[in-house]
């Protein structure tokens, strides 16, 4: 048998977190009441949009997940099982993906053909309640996510003891690992070259503006987030942030989506509200792309894509978020997107020259310091 | 009994101790001649009733409206009475009535084709037994063994348990047409088929030439007296071939018909022993053996051990006679006034009520009823409508009841639930009548295919198609409708009963139901109505008259059962749900046992065992036990994203179960990546 590895004080606390979940369950069950554990509810209804810290946070609703409730005995069992299993891995201080939790807390239910998890899908949202139910973040539940995202600009970090600088990686970048914190992503203050941070939507143009060297010419860390940026980018923003002061500026499409992650990123998600205050930028600017683009950099009708049903719908619900509520401007901008009709991608700026983001688009964009 | 009572039962009666045969009812009042006064009648009695105990000659069947048919149809003749030339015409009408009428109307008779002629036969000597066995308050046993001689020849023989039949009557009773009528008589009787068993003995004799051989023995230690009897069709007499005594040791009493017919046996819809069947059910108290051509003994026991009660003989009542009875009456009565005669042959007429009767059609109540003529006699018939009458009594329909009907339909159909609801007597046109229905759910016959569906090797097959599959397979219900405790084995759709189903929205009481269609379900549903006068829409007897008041009764019974059995339906679907329940949990329960045992090192079977026991309580076991099939599908869902387990994360889950969602991503908001 192995020797048990020297875990850390976070380690035992969450540990202690597990037990206790798992004591209230079955004291309940010997006394013969039906057991449950009481669930923050991650929805739109229980976030607070706190408006001095300016950002999403979770409010104190509960659901009870109790097992004799048939719509939601399966989901209680299988808490009880990721709780049991996450416990090991802190033990056994090994991490794993939450694909490989999946996995591993997989089974066939005896004597049925049923099993535990059918779908990955099934099994992470209830990672997410474990970890709003216990107050322990997925790290420290030893698990993390796929790594999505990637980073390049004048920068040496040192990620697992490894220094890297970041302004020296050719063309593929830095991958932003899914847990960036401080154990792992280190970096000293003089180390750091860059005067802000662009979070760019798609790893394509991330890759072109890398190749054309922006973040060489305007000193800035270029960073993607493959779509919606997974928790450790958003992580790192928000440590390079507040650590090193860097300005955050988001370009993405001028589409609800593209709002969504500039929300995101500013206020945090209302799914993960609990995490906002640990991931939220509410400094961070919107560069682009802006439904007045169109007009201003005369871009021709033929670039632009028709909004949908969904696109409509969506754009109305962001209207509608509290924390863009006062923002006139933005207000102005998406009603002008619903005006239009049109939505545009990022890569219609290509219309012009392929260099016309670099040279043109974002530089003027970056004197004006972002829209909102 | 009454004087005016024309009771008329069963020609075995006759049998009874103290039976007077003293006269016969002249059935063809209309003319003597078709029908002669039976030369064994006492000859000195006037064709008018003189004694109670005249009427009791009943013969078989008390066809009231066959009856109507022979009165009208011959009265139509011209009687000519003081012409030679009329009376010659007479004579030879007699000479060819009796077989010639049959020929001609054998299709009223119930003899309209080989198959047919075979059920009828059963039939009538069926009726008999049963009626001679109530009658003499012996549990009835009947045996019935049809045997194929040739292609189409059948010997036919019924034996009962009965009183037996004296000597002397059982020529009449068996070889003579019509001998006597209930067509007077208001009694709750069988009474449904034709012109009786001696119609049976005709059509043997008439396809194959062949007397029946009865026997018949009164009591235990007395011989059994054998007769071969034909019917002299030229005379509508008896004609005994042979009479001998016998040995019959196996009974001490009963009756035994043998006949040979031209026939045609199936089995199925509309058969005999589909009617043995549906007679076992509305007679509990019977048991009824039959052994059929197939060298099958099917035996249907009997179920309860109490006769019914015995129903009484009511007068008319104003409302629910005819003309034609009327003047029938009229001339019949011992009465020598009107109001005598209106007072003391119907029920409910008081002198004041007789007076007003009287004038309000023109007529003296102080005139000679016999003398009234016919526009007189249809005066007073329409002022009957026209004044209060108090409604006949009602404890002369007596009904089946509950646990009798109940335990009939239970041993013939067995089920997993059972309702019968017997309706307080009601009264249409004057006729008292009761309606009594009884429901089997789940129903063994009808459910056995879909209690073994077979595996389906497509499993991919879309679900429509495998629906449509579905609905074809489900059994309609089934109805059997009865009248006086008689099988109605033909024209469904023209009955009030059928009527009256269709009227229910069985929907409402949780069975699948399409338009104009009976519900799909195992269910099989009795209707009986009793009365001493049952309204058939046509002369074959198999469809009761859509009378508002009947059905309204008839649907009131429905609902009623349809109410018992919505219950038992909900119960059964909240101990289904319960099971569902059960098994859901005693899936989940091992897992997390181990996982909580796991986490807390606590053994894992004592709290696999709490939990079980919390289960128990959760999921009303003691409640549910017994209220489904032992066999009930228990296999888990193979695909739990269907119901019970977690759905994907986007999808809003626990609404059902009343629950707020609970970690469920709104789902219109975003991905956030992870």
């Known amino acids: ?372 | 009994m009454p004087l005016d009572t024309v009771s008329a039962t069963r020609g075995k009666t006759g049998a009874r101790p103290g039976g007077s045969r003293a006269g016969t009812r002249q059935l063809f009042a209309g003319q003597a001649a078709a029908a002669p006064v039976p030369a064994t009648a006492t000859a000195a009695a006037p064709v008018t009733a003189s004694s109670p105990r005249q009427a009791d000659d009943g013969a078989d069947g008390g066809n009231g409206h066959l009856g109507a048919v022979l009165f009208a149809g011959e009265s139509a003749a011209p009687s000519g009475r003081s012409y030679v030339t009329a009376e010659t015409l007479a004579k030879k009408q007699r000479e060819i009535s009796i077989s010639e009428f049959f020929t001609k109307n054998r299709h009223l008779l119930g003899f309209d084709n080989p198959k047919k002629a075979l059920l009828t036969s059963v039939k009538e000597a069926v009726d008999n037994a049963l009626d001679a066995c109530e009658e003499a308050r012996v549990l009835p046993e009947v045996v019935v063994t049809i045997a194929q001689k040739a292609e189409n020849r059948f010997a036919l023989a019924v034996e009962d348990n009965g009183p037996g039949i004296v000597k002397g009557q059982m020529g009449r009773v068996f070889g003579q047409l019509l001998y006597g009528s209930k067509f007077h008589s208001l009694k709750m009787s069988r009474g449904q088929q034709g012109i009786g068993i001696s119609a049976a003995v005709m059509y043997a004799q008439l396809t194959t030439g062949k007397p029946a051989v009865v026997i018949s023995k009164t009591g235990a230690g007395r011989p059994a007296q054998c007769m071969k009897i034909a019917v002299d069709t030229r005379k509508n007499r008896p004609e005994v071939t042979e009479s001998h005594e016998r040995e019959w040791p196996e009974r001490d009493h009963g009756t035994r018909i043998e006949l040979e017919m031209d026939g045609r046996y199936q089995e199925g819809k509309g058969s005999v022993l589909e009617y043995l069947k549906m007679t076992a059910v509305v007679n509990p108290h019977a048991t009824i053996i039959f052994r059929s051509p197939k060298g099958e003994t099917h035996r249907f026991d009997r179920a309860v051990n109490e006769l019914p009660p015995e129903s009484p003989e009511i007068k008319p009542h104003p409302r629910g006679i005819e003309l034609g009875m009327l003047i029938a009456m009229l001339r019949n009565t011992q009465s020598s006034t009107l109001q005598g005669f209106l007072t003391s042959d119907f029920s409910r007429v008081s002198a004041p009520v007789a007076k007003e009767i009287c004038a309000l059609a023109g007529v003296e109540p102080r005139d000679k009823p016999a003398r009234l003529s016919r526009e007189q006699a249809e005066a007073v018939f329409k002022a009957f409508d026209r004044v209060k009458i108090m409604n006949p009594r009602t404890d002369c329909v007596t009904p089946i009841g509950g646990a009798q009907l109940t335990a009939g339909l239970k041993k013939e159909f067995p089920a997993q639930f059972y309702a019968s609801n017997t309706r307080e007597p009601a009264v249409y046109r004057g006729n008292p009548f009761r309606i009594e229905v009884a429901l089997a759910w789940g129903v063994e016959s009808m459910t056995a295919p879909e209690a073994a569906p077979a595996p389906d090797p497509d499993a991919d097959a879309p679900p429509r198609r495998k629906k449509k599959e579905e609905e074809r397979e489900a059994a309609l219900m089934q109805v059997l409708r009865f009248a006086n405790r008689v099988p109605l084995q033909h024209q469904q759709s023209a009955c009030a009963i059928f009527k009256a189903v269709m009227e229910v929205h069985w929907r409402d009481y949780l069975l699948s139901q399409s338009k104009g269609a009976l519900p799909q379900a195992p269910v099989v549903l009795m209707v009986h109505m009793a009365s001493v006068w049952v309204p058939f829409t046509s002369e074959s007897k198999e469809a009761i008259a859509g009378y508002d008041v009947i059905l309204k009764e008839i649907k009131l019974a429905l609902q009623e059962v349809a109410r018992q059995m919505a219950a038992f339906l909900r119960r059964k679907q909240s101990a289904a749900d319960q099971a569902n329940r059960r098994r859901l949990f005693d899936r989940y329960i091992p897992e997390i046992a181990a996982a909580a045992s796991s986490i807390t090192g606590i053994d894992r079977g004592a709290v696999q065992s709490r939990l079980q026991a919390i289960a128990d309580r959760k999921t009303r076991q003691d409640e549910i036990a017994g209220l489904l099939p032992a066999d009930a599908p228990s296999e888990p869902p193979a695909d739990p994203p269907t119901d019970p387990g977690t759905p994907p994360a986007s999808r809003k889950a626990t609404k059902k179960a009343g629950q707020p969602s609970n970690g469920d991503v709104n789902p219109t908001e975003f991905d956030e990546g992870n």
């Open chain 1, 1 to 372: 048998m192995p020797p048990r590895p020297k875990l850390s004080k976070t380690d035992h606390a969450t540990i202690g977190k597990i037990d206790d979940l798992a004591g209230t369950v079955v004291s309940q069950i010997e006394r013969g009441q039906d057991p449950f554990v009481n669930v923050p509810i991650r929805t739109l209804a229980n976030s607070r949009w706190n408006q001095s810290r300016a950002i999403i946070e979770m409010g104190s609703a509960k659901a009870k997940r109790n097992f004799f409730n048939v719509g939601i005995a399966k989901k209680f069992m299988q808490t009880l099982l990721v709780a049991s299993e996450c416990k090991e891995l802190i033990a056994d201080d090994e991490p794993i993906a939450i694909r490989m939790l999946y996995y591993r807390t997989k089974h066939t239910i005896e004597g049925t053909r049923e099993n535990t998890f059918e779908e990955q899908e099934e099994s992470d949202p209830i990672i997410e309640d474990l970890e709003v139910t216990i107050d322990a973040l997925r790290e420290e539940l030893k698990l993390f996510a796929e790594q999505r995202g990637g980073m390049v600009g004048p920068m040496i970090i040192e990620d697992s003891g490894d220094t890297i600088n970041l302004a020296a990686l050719g063309s593929g970048g830095w991958a932003v690992p899914s847990i960036v914190e401080e154990d792992v992503i280190k970096w000293k203050k003089k180390d750091c070259q860059a005067k802000f941070i662009l979070l760019v939507e798609k790893g394509t143009v991330w890759s072109l503006l890398n190749r054309q060297k922006f973040w060489d010419h305007h000193q800035c860390m270029l960073v993607h987030g493959n779509g919606m940026p997974p928790r450790g980018v958003r992580r790192l923003l928000y440590r390079m942030h507040h650590e090193l002061g860097l300005p955050v500026y988001v370009f993405v499409d001028n589409d609800p989506w593209g709002y969504y992650i500039y929300s995101v990123v500013r206020q945090g998600s209302i799914n993960l509200a609990y995490e906002s205050t640990r991931m939220a930028v509410p400094a961070a600017r919107y560069l682009g792309l802006s439904s007045f683009d169109r007009e201003r950099f005369k871009l021709p009708d033929n670039v632009t894509i028709k909004l949908d049903q969904t696109d409509e719908t969506r754009s109305k619900q962001i209207l509608a978020y509290p924390w863009f509520q006062k923002k006139k401007a933005f207000q102005k901008e998406i009603q002008h997107m619903l005006k239009s009709g049109v939505k545009l991608e990022l890569e219609a700026l290509m219309h012009h020259d392929v260099t016309f983001m670099a040279k043109k688009y974002l530089p003027d964009k970056l004197k004006e310091g972002g829209l909102w």
